[in-house]
């Protein structure tokens, strides 16, 4: 079909677009080629077509392993347990898988062409653009942000950032940290000290010795005194 098509156009005079032609090699390989014509039949000097051609058979399986290599690198990113966000040199986004939409609660579509401050906290994002300033300078890193969903609430994430092969953009790895509360924590009661109290227990008083009193009294203390009859004596004359 390809065939006759190419036929039909090689009617017509002047310069015709090019196209690509398998052609069978004499070890029986097939080879790849770009075809160019110039039809010039009604050229007095010349009636005839002009084909120049060359094999881009590497070229051609080059491509074809590229789109190979996409298709599983999307499996991949589709199906990964964590969110994957790839960001341009304007920190806008360009790329998120499912996981990353779900983490958020917003559909992939709805956070294409949007600013990453949109969903990150007003106190993390003089961090993300300290951290995207490291890799416009090539480095990568890992660190903690908190980020918005789509209701407002937010949550702690882990962040693996690391420069793609343009300077240009980042890509993202996130997953909700297990180590940060996504709510702060409540703040405890102040223990109070506790009081100190002061006993005195009560001693049997010996016979042969009195207990005096002390001069000196814990506040809110009972003080016991042991107290004794005092000895007569009897003068005979």
Not at 111 to 119: Q, V
């Amino acid at each position: 079909m390809r065939g006759r098509k190419d036929a039909a156009r090689a009617r017509h005079p002047g310069l015709l677009p090019p196209f690509e032609a398998r052609v069978r090699h004499n070890d029986g390989t097939y080879r790849t080629f770009e075809v160019k014509a110039n039809n010039l039949l009604d050229d007095p000097a010349v009636q005839g077509i002009i084909v120049n051609s060359r094999d881009i058979t590497e070229r051609v399986e080059a491509e074809r392993a590229l789109r190979e290599n996409e298709r599983h690198y999307r499996t991949i990113v589709e199906t990964a347990n964590e969110g994957i966000w790839i960001i341009d040199a304007d920190a806008i986004t360009t790329f998120v898988n499912r996981r990353m939409s779900e983490l958020l609660g917003i559909e992939p579509s709805r956070m294409i062409g949007r600013h990453i401050n949109d969903f990150l906290d007003e106190d993390t994002k003089p961090l993300a653009a300290g951290n995207l300033e490291r890799r416009r300078a090539g480095v990568a890193g890992q660190y903690d942000m908190k980020v918005r969903r789509a209701d407002g609430t937010f949550f702690w994430a882990m962040v693996s950032a690391s420069p793609l092969d343009t300077p240009t953009a980042a890509h993202i790895r996130i997953d909700r940290a297990p180590h940060r509360r996504d709510r702060p924590p409540k703040r405890r009661k102040r223990a109070s000290a506790p009081r100190s109290s002061t006993s005195i227990s009560r001693r049997p008083s010996s016979p042969a010795t009195a207990s005096k009193p002390s001069s000196t009294r814990p506040a809110g203390s009972r003080a016991s005194v042991g107290c004794r009859p005092a000895s007569r004596t009897t003068s005979t004359t």
